[in-house]
């Protein structure tokens, strides 16, 4: 009897269903619109309409900051010695992508992890085939003049009219993380010339992808830290491995009633390393280096540190330290790139 009616009541649900698919349009319903429509093959839950809405940043004004408009931030002075060498976003931190992040966020919508990640991926490919141009300039540069080196001298208000075909390594900061290993080596242009021989297409590709961490107190608030799930969702999308470096000792939005010095001085101490994380690094970089070429093995470990917004990039500067200073004290030679969903 009771069979009967489950079969009565699945055919019902069936029958509806078909009714309901035969006289509304065809499609689904868009994740961000909520209109029915073709939903897009390239981006999660949305509808053409609103991909073509996506607030893109094609053309980088910024070299350091990947910002589409001029930049004054980069030239200050005490913005020459960030401990990332550049940050890339996907998109401009406009009302429309509040929205969407503010949804995933803020509301704890999971259905926009994927397509947030779908724009983060995009972007990454971005950064990687521009940055994957700058090494291979880079190499040639090396090999035609070995004794100079690979890196010009930062020139951060250098501000190019085609930025997409400038070369990056103009605004490289001299940092001392950076590619102190290439120079310190006499045999380095020799061997830069083999493994080029060896490998004519340089890549760049990090060996690691972290994440900007949130307090104990706001990760019990939302259940969840939306950049662990971008790096997480990246770093599954690109293969890479990501690792869990750092820990946030203090909630850093909670801090308006401050000034700016003080500010400054709080987010120095909001981060540290979590436990265990510099042998994680180091047992990374000494696997990666097993399996690279001379030059590679040579070159310093990359880091790709993700967050979803990079307002004033103090957030993942502090957070860049903390790592560099840990890898600088176990030897570790490491780069520190970011990459941010949005650019306010
Ligand atoms: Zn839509
Ligand atoms: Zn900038």
Redesign the pocket.
């Known amino acids: 009897m009771l069979n009967r009616l489950n079969d009565i009541t699945d055919f019902v649900h069936q029958l509806t269903h078909r009714i309901h698919n035969l006289f509304a349009p065809p499609g689904s319903t868009?994740?961000?619109?909520?209109?029915r429509?073709v939903l897009s093959p390239t981006y999660p839950g949305?509808?053409t309409?609103?991909v073509k809405q996506i607030p893109w940043i094609r053309s980088i004004r910024c070299q350091r900051c990947g910002r589409a408009i001029g930049c004054p931030d980069c030239i200050r002075p005490h913005m020459q010695n960030r401990s990332f060498i550049c940050n890339r976003s996907a998109v401009q931190y406009n009302a429309l992508m509040k929205e969407w992040i503010g949804m995933y966020k803020f509301r704890g919508h999971e259905r926009y992890a994927p397509l947030l990640t779908s724009l983060l991926t995009q972007a990454f490919q971005a950064m990687s085939e521009e940055l994957s141009s700058a090494v291979a300039k880079e190499n040639q540069a090396s090999v035609a003049h070995p004794a100079t080196s690979a890196l010009p001298p930062v020139d951060a208000g250098f501000h190019p009219p085609s930025p997409r075909a400038s070369t990056y390594a103009r605004v490289q900061p001299s940092s001392p993380h950076t590619s102190t290993v290439v120079r310190d080596q006499p045999q380095a242009a020799t061997r830069q010339t083999q493994s080029l021989l060896q490998s004519p297409k340089p890549r760049w590709r990090p060996d690691a992808v972290t994440y900007v961490p949130v307090s104990s107190e706001r990760l019990a608030e939302r259940g969840f830290n939306q950049a662990e799930r971008l790096a997480a969702g990246l770093a599954a999308a690109c293969r890479l491995p990501v690792v869990d470096l750092l820990q946030r000792r203090i909630n850093t939005a909670k801090q308006s009633f401050k000034t700016r010095g003080e500010r400054i001085e709080t987010m120095k101490e909001a981060f540290s390393m979590s436990p265990g994380a510099i042998d994680v690094l180091r047992e990374l970089h000494m696997r990666g280096a097993a399996s690279k070429t001379v030059r590679e093995h040579t070159s310093p470990f990359r880091l790709l540190l993700v967050d979803d917004i990079y307002t004033t990039g103090s957030t993942l500067d502090a957070c860049g330290r903390v790592i560099l200073n840990a890898a600088a004290s176990s030897d570790i030679p490491i780069e520190i790139y970011s990459l941010t969903l949005a650019r306010s």
Do not use: D, E, M
């Open positions: 868009c994740l961000t619109c909520g209109t429509a949305i509808c309409r609103c």
